[in-house]
């Protein structure tokens, strides 16, 4: 089964950027749809973005289109979610997924079975 770990999180000022990473380990990374998802504390977990298996397709949350971009190098097994223009809202634990055996994005969090640990994302106003 693959396994998840995100990297890249950390504390940026209102405006900022940063790049988050998933790097999979295990088969089927370059078959599966992948997706990115954030937790804030007292909050329920929420979609942010997804990509298809080739990278053809991608979706985003409205609270993220045209801030956050969501990429992919399966020659890597990585998927990247480049993140701009980040707000204090945008602060959470992201977590990357994927959805083992499926190709096409979702926003369901329930159709992804392999969840990474998260990356903590701060932003100070």
């Known amino acids: 089964q693959v396994q998840l770990v995100e990297s890249g999180g950390g504390m940026v000022q209102a405006g900022g950027e940063l790049r988050l990473s998933c790097v999979a380990s295990?088969?089927?990374?370059?078959?599966?749809?992948m997706g990115w998802f954030r937790q804030a504390p007292g909050k329920e977990r929420e979609y942010v973005a997804s990509i298809s298996w080739s990278g053809g397709s991608t979706d985003y949350a409205d609270s993220v289109k045209g801030r956050f971009f969501v990429t992919r190098d399966n020659d890597k097994d990585t998927m990247y979610l480049q993140m701009y223009n980040l707000k204090p809202e945008d602060a959470a634990i992201y977590y990357c997924?994927?959805?083992?055996?499926?190709?096409?994005?979702?926003?369901?969090?329930?159709?992804?079975?392999?969840w990474g640990q998260g990356t903590q994302v701060t932003v100070s106003s």
């Open positions: 997924a994927t959805r083992s055996h499926y190709s096409n994005w979702s926003r369901d969090r329930y159709a992804y079975d392999v």
């Open positions: 295990g088969p089927g990374f370059d078959d599966n749809a």
